[in-house]
């Protein structure tokens, strides 16, 4: 497999948004007391709304910049392990993506060079939950987006679209968009992903991201035009997490609702 140009991009198959309510708290109150505060966000993906919400649940005012004129995410699936599931779940979200999650009934891997089963352990979601507290979700991101989109909107939290942010005063506290406005605030929260224009701020010089050597390739399958193919036909026909390893690389399929999806039908399944 070709390698791809330029440096990867941060997995989000594990989303840590378990730890984000209490980090976020601890942040805001350690550098500004308890007082409700006036927290201004940098762009809108998993991560900044959902620091977003975190903030806004531990009592202070918070609104949104996002630079992109309208919202919308790519990708494909995202496995959800209980520690963010959780979070996940006190604010709403199993009512938000209820027929959008699928829950895995098997964890197999495989040998890359001849499918022999390496190992294979069976997932009981009723056991899971039981051992900790919470559920494991493998759902769409886009569909995590749009969830996360539709809490911050009825939380009444401000999202302004086609705001760019090109600089920010760290000292002051400011932050300035693409049309000259500055907003000025008491926190500002830098969510803007692996091209970072607050981290270069912040750093005082550019600081891209450093090449890894490592680089995935992921995309949807519609499982029901691969039910016969000899390869991964066997994949259509359950519910489960599938790796083949191999030397220097691996390959992942998880099963995915349908999508975009209006029920849980484990229609598409997601190599990467």
Known sequence: MAKAKGPSRP????????????????????????????????????????????????????????????LREIGAGVLISPNATRELIKWGLDDELHDLIVHSRVSRVLRWKDGAVLSEVAI??????KKYGAPTWTVH??????????????LGIPIRLGSKVIEADVDSASVTISTGEVFQCDFIVGADGVRSKLRDILCGQPTPAQPTGDYAFQFALDIDKHRDDPVIGRLTREKAATAWWGGGRHHDTET???WPAQVATGRNTNPV
């Open 124 to 129: 009981d979601p009723d056991v899971i939950q």
């Open 256 to 258: 995915l609702p349908e």
């Open 11 to 70: 997995s989000m198959h594990r989303v840590a948004d378990a730890f984000l309510r209490d980090t976020c708290r601890t942040v805001v109150e350690t550098s500004l007391g308890t007082r409700p505060t006036a927290t201004h966000f940098s762009e809108a993906g998993i991560g900044g709304l959902s620091a977003c919400i975190s903030i806004h649940r531990a009592g202070h005012n918070v609104s949104l910049l996002e630079s992109a004129k309208e």
């Open 141 to 154: 991101r886009a569909d995590l987006h749009q969830g996360l989109i539709r809490k911050v909107k009825q």
